[in-house]
């Protein structure tokens, strides 16, 4: 069975809804650091959460959630993390 997602994960999740940025960015955005940041973004990458692309011209990758496995809905005054196993 697996382990409940982080707080910072779901944070991280949200953030990248929709959107693609580096480990970078998304620290810099949740106030936190990128080696933090980046042990987040490992764990939900491997669990196929998250997709990573790597960025052209530059080293790094960007990562973004995988619309398969994850939809957020916002519905009035709540959001709802839905999270489907592959």
Do not use: C
């Not at 409940?4 to 480990?23: A, E, F, N, R, S």
């Not at 940041?37 to 960025?55: A, D, T």
């Not at 005054?77 to 489907?84: F, M, P, Q, S, T």
Request: net charge positive; glycine share 2%; hydrophobic share 35%.
């Amino acid at each position: 069975m697996e382990k409940p997602l982080h707080p910072l994960q779901i944070d991280i999740l949200k953030i990248l809804y929709g959107k693609k940025m580096t480990i970078y960015k998304v620290a810099k955005k949740l106030n936190k650091q990128t080696p933090l940041i980046q042990f987040h973004v490992r764990q939900l990458y491997n669990k196929k959460l998250l997709i990573r692309k790597e960025m052209e011209n530059r080293n790094g990758f960007l990562y973004y959630t995988n619309k398969r496995t994850v939809k957020i809905i916002n519905d009035k005054d709540k959001e709802i993390l839905y999270i489907r196993a592959e």
